[in-house]
């Protein structure tokens, strides 16, 4: 399973086999089954998260007990709560397998020396961070600015693939629109 992220690593960065076997050393690789969680509302957040296979969500909970879908985790994407890592603070978020997945943790202390001692893993996480940044502000602006058919369908495009993995409820949570506004889409752009 270290395979997968070896290569995903020194696809990005220059690493050499001694770096690599210093970052292989503090993986920690965890199974989840479909369901389970990874993180629960209301604890602190401690690991760097790198899917190997499978699906992972972030979410909340309101006060009305409606999910509010935050980030989809697939293949070679990483997942976690920055804020509760870095702030070491309670959680606003769940986080949990969509399906049985396979990833790898590694704790905070263990990243911070990574990025310490391994320049070119430093310059790969903070372009990671730099993108998750930009994609956050496409979301934002995705959000407040197009329709909810424009919504899907760039969805569809920004994710191919997930919306056949993800249950239908949790596109519309993510997309920020009721399920039944997600089937009359879908109906609808079957029928063009």
């Given at each position: 399973m270290l395979?997968?992220?070896?290569?995903?690593?020194?696809?990005?960065?220059?690493?050499?086999?001694?770096d690599w076997e210093v970052i292989a050393s503090v993986c920690i690789i965890r199974k989840l089954r479909k369901q389970q969680f990874l993180l629960q509302q209301g604890e602190v957040w401690r690991h760097n998260v790198f899917v190997i296979e499978?699906?992972?969500?972030?979410?909340?909970?309101?006060?009305?007990?409606?999910e509010h879908v935050i980030q989809f985790s697939t293949e070679n994407w990483w997942a976690g709560d920055r804020q509760s890592l870095l702030n070491e603070t309670p959680s606003k978020y769940n986080i949990d397998a969509i399906e049985n997945s396979v990833i790898i943790l590694i704790r905070k202390e263990d990243f911070d020396m990574l990025c310490a001692k391994i320049p070119a893993f430093n310059e790969l996480i903070n372009k990671i961070l730099q993108g998750g940044f930009n994609a956050s502000q496409e979301r934002i602006n995705t959000?407040?600015?197009?329709?909810?058919?424009?919504?899907?369908?760039?969805?569809?495009?920004?994710?191919?693939?997930?919306?056949?993995?993800?249950?239908?409820?949790?596109?519309?949570?993510?997309?920020?629109?009721?399920?039944?506004?997600?089937?009359?889409?879908?109906?609808?752009?079957?029928?063009?």
């Open positions: 395979s997968v992220f070896k290569k995903y690593i020194t696809e990005k960065a220059n690493i050499s086999e001694a499978g699906c992972l969500r972030r979410y909340s909970v309101d006060d009305k007990g409606i959000m407040i600015s197009m329709t909810a058919e424009q919504k899907y369908l760039n969805f569809l495009t920004t994710f191919p693939g997930l919306a056949n993995r993800v249950p239908r409820h949790m596109i519309a949570s993510y997309l920020g629109i009721t399920p039944e506004t997600l089937s009359r889409i879908k109906k609808q752009l079957m029928h063009k």
